[in-house]
């Protein structure tokens, strides 16, 4: 049986294929089209997992929207009434496009794929919870979807067992935990959808001096994580913008202008909003305990990336395991919407593992074999060197203990926000000058924001305080006190940025200046290649840990093709790039021709 699952319409559109109950293909559509975050109906991702799945669209069983259109058009609606006539300029920009479009998505979706079967739409937090649970490894959990606005639901809170999800109680808009961080995310310049991770990494650097403003203004939390937000501080339910006059009076200042030069404010407000989230977070998850009594909690929602405060869940409440979806946003709703018709739809049998999700390590993506790479090089006439299976991780670990920067594309990409060792930019975490390095001159992004470790599933206690598997890179925890630094008493009295450049431990380019790290922990039956390479790494060095970033430059997704992996080594400053068995020296490359783009075509049959 085949079901294709679609997420579309907000943002990170994506299209999902499983097959018998096995999750065969994943990708956002962006990958495709090469814009960040792409909202609009993902052809070329449903393109693609027809063509991995090796059929057509008559082959399809079942289509699942992850959302329910009228339910989303009501709350629109409402919202505008309720606010009238204030907000007619963003009702009249949005109403248009619902008219013509987006009220007939059972009639949209049948002419875009020329397809007359059955269509299913689950709700958006049921999409959520879906994606949360059914791929875990857990036959029992208790479930938590947060994130901005689905239909009406904010947030929920439910229970998955065996093979169905059953939502218990829900916050709905416009009080929003992810509307709320992202209100912060706008008003200190960065884009909201996109920016919410430089706020998570920029809040280290700040003192949580605004943490009771918040919580005593804008925010009225009670004990179980539920919430009201004061929204004569907040524009997003009719206005263009997330806060208002009220907002900035309240903080003292107008919204900082994006590319602005970041104050020791902005630090502050961002360390405040990231304390109050993780506050909330925490308290849901108790919540959930509460009500539930199970040891496992599934995640999922655009604020299950929020890492931090994922671990904090793990730490500090009384879940002994929590399981987070690696594709958390809506791009992962459409695989959610297609595990809800397998499981929840039609009733079949469903038996975790206990130990191991079913989600394959993320590793959905295209891949690209050995002849495809290789005749791509040479039909380009790129000089590369030709390594054996053998060779490939030796001579990576090789370049990273020179500290040489390596662009790695390595098998199938990685579903959701997180290059996961197969589309990844690596280096030397030993190297105290790699991470303002690699974010000025390879990826041309702010030097405050941190680098990821890759470390071996297995060395992981020897870096960090991490009980648990971490293999999405989605919990973050502290640096082991055993290896960090001592500060001198002129490094402790920094304050703010000027913190960025001080070593705090024998791995400092993945130690943030809290002395924490966001964990990927890399298992040998997930990617036996990335894993051999830091074994080998580890054996040479007495190292188990690289850095992982993402194979992209700021502004772009993550390369897809190796003809994005090529363009995008030769516009940065990486040295070595290693695309399946072939090693290209940067040193031995003629400049690139202005204008150029190559791109994969993926067509059906």
């Known amino acids: 049986m085949n079901i294709l699952g679609i997420s579309a319409f907000y943002h990170d559109s ?99 794929l020329n397809y007359g079967g059955k269509l299913i739409f689950p709700e958006h937090h049921e999409s959520h919870a879906s994606s949360a649970f059914f791929p875990s490894p857990y036959q029992e959990a208790a479930i938590l979807t947060m994130d901005g606005v689905g239909e009406w639901a904010t947030t929920s809170m439910g229970i998955g067992r065996d093979n169905s999800i059953e939502l218990l109680s829900e916050i709905k808009f416009p009080h929003s935990l992810g509307l709320l961080y992202s209100a912060f995310t706008y008003y200190t310049g960065f884009k909201v959808n996109s920016g919410e991770y430089k706020l998570m990494g920029l809040a280290p650097y700040g003192e949580p001096k605004y943490k009771d403003l918040i919580l005593s203004e804008l925010v009225d939390l009670k004990e179980d994580g539920s919430f009201r937000l004061n929204m004569k501080y907040f524009d997003y339910c009719v206005g263009l913008t997330m806060t208002n006059a009220a907002f900035s009076k309240l903080f003292d200042s107008k919204p900082r202008k994006p590319e602005t030069k970041l104050t020791q404010k902005d630090m502050d407000i961002a360390r405040s909003i990231q304390e109050v989230t993780e506050e909330i977070m925490l308290r849901m998850a108790k919540y959930a305990h509460k009500e539930t009594r199970l040891k496992n909690l599934c995640l999922s929602g655009g604020v299950a990336l929020n890492c931090v405060g994922n671990g904090r869940i793990l730490r500090d409440s009384p879940f002994k395991n929590i399981w987070i979806q690696p594709a958390a946003g809506d791009a992962g709703s459409a695989l959610g919407a297609a595990l809800f018709v397998w499981y929840q739809y039609l009733g079949n049998k469903r038996i975790a593992s206990g130990k191991k999700d079913s989600q394959k390590g993320s590793y959905l993506g295209p891949g690209f074999d050995k002849n495809y790479i290789q005749n791509f090089l040479k039909t380009k006439n790129i000089p590369y060197i030709e390594l054996s299976d053998n060779e490939i991780a030796g001579k990576v670990a090789e370049l990273i203990s020179g500290e040489k920067v390596i662009g790695w594309f390595q098998g199938r990409m990685e579903f959701g926000p997180r290059a996961l060792g197969a589309r990844s930019i690596i280096g030397d975490a030993r190297s105290p000058k790699m991470q303002e390095q690699m974010n000025l001159k390879i990826k041309f992004r702010e030097s405050f924001r941190p680098f990821a470790p890759s470390v071996l599933k297995e060395k992981v206690q020897d870096y960090f305080d991490l009980s648990s598997e971490s293999p999405y890179m989605l919990l973050v925890a502290p640096v082991k006190e055993e290896i960090r630094r001592k500060m001198t008493k002129d490094e402790e009295s920094l304050f703010g940025i000027d913190k960025l450049n001080i070593a705090r431990s024998t791995i400092p380019a993945v130690t943030h200046v809290d002395y924490s790290a966001r964990v990927q922990t890399v298992d040998k039956a997930d990617n036996f290649l990335y894993h051999k390479m830091i074994s080998k790494l580890n054996e040479k060095d007495g190292c188990g840990v690289v850095i992982n970033t993402s194979f992209n430059v700021r502004g772009e997704p993550i390369v897809c093709t190796p003809e994005e992996a090529y363009l995008c080594f030769m516009r940065t400053n990486m040295d070595y790039l290693i695309m399946g068995n072939f090693l290209v020296d940067k040193k031995e490359q003629k400049p690139l021709e202005e204008d150029i783009h190559w791109q994969k075509e993926f067509e059906l049959d």
């Open 14 to 112: 994506a299209a999902c294929l499983v097959q018998d109950g096995v999750i065969v293909a994943a990708a956002q559509e962006e990958r495709f089209t090469r814009k960040k975050h792409d909202a609009a109906f993902p052809r070329n991702a449903i393109q693609y997992c027809l063509q991995e799945g090796k059929i057509q669209v008559s082959d399809l069983d079942f289509v699942a929207f992850y959302e329910k259109s009228f339910i989303k058009f009501e709350r629109i609606l409402e919202t505008y009434l309720t606010y009238a006539p204030f907000g007619i300029k963003s009702f009249l920009k949005a109403i248009p496009l619902w008219i013509k479009q987006k009220l007939w998505m059972k009639e949209f979706i049948q002419k875009e």
